[in-house]
């Protein structure tokens, strides 16, 4: 599986997420939005809403098709198939 997360670097769900995603030996990148500049930022917030995702984190998006807001196991369980 492809993984891509879009955090925030003080978001204590998204640590979560990430310590979870590890704990499953799931390999995954991630972007901390709040670290990117200003024109970066605009285009992850134009492609989670694009999506059809909310501006919440985190957000992953799963072999660039299934989206998921927040830390949500049992949706990244079924995603994943774990």
Do not use: Q
């Not at 997420?17 to 390999?27: C, G, Q, V």
């Not at 809403?49 to 992953?60: A, E, F, K, Q």
Request: aromatic share 8%; charged share 35%; glycine share 4%.
């Amino acid at each position: 599986h492809k993984v891509l997360m879009y955090a925030l670097s003080t978001c204590a769900w998204c640590k979560m997420t990430k310590r979870y995603l590890k704990d499953n030996n799931i390999e995954y990148e991630y972007v901390d939005v709040d670290l990117c500049n200003e024109e970066d930022k605009d285009k992850i917030k134009k492609e989670i809403l694009n999506r059809g995702g909310s501006l919440s984190y985190p957000t992953l998006i799963i072999d660039d098709k299934t989206l998921i807001n927040g830390f949500r196991k049992d949706k990244i369980k079924e995603a994943l198939g774990i």
